[in-house]
C-alpha cells in the first residue's frame, strides 16, 4: 500500500453537504462526476495530505444507497493507493483475504477500483486504487 488517496463519505446528497467542507471547513472541492456502474455522484475534496470522496446515490440499488438507509451518513471506506493494482488483488488473495468484485472496476477519475470484504478487514471497507496517468494528465494527486 502506498499511502491513503482518499476516504469515502455516504452523504444523502452532495448539494447539500458540500457547503459543510467548502464554507464551514474552508476546503477545496475539485471536482464533480457521476459513476454510471456503481450508481454514484461523487465529489472530490482536497484535504492537503488525502482527499474526501463524498458519495451520493444515484438510484435505490446503489451500494451507497444501501449503506445510508442501514448506516445513515459517515464514513463508508478507505482507499489505497497501490501499483499494480491487478498483482496486488493476487497478492492479498493468495494470503486469504477476498474482494467484493475480483476484478478491478472502473472508478471516479478513470481509476481502477476494488474494494476488500469488510468482515475479514475488521469491519472497514477498504478500496485499493491505482490512478491510470493519460497523456497530458497532470500528475498531481
Ligand atoms: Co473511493
Redesign the pocket.
Known sequence: MKKV??L?IAVQSIKESLPFYTEMLALTFIREEIITNQGVK?AFIDAGNVKL?L?EPLTGESPIAKFLSKKGEGI??I?FEVEGIENRIDELKEKGLTFISDKPKK??GGAD?AFLHPKQAHGVLF?V?EHTREKGESNHE
Open positions: 488517496d482518499h469515502g461523487v470522496e458519495l463508508h471506506h482507499a472508478g471516479a477500483v478500496e486504487c
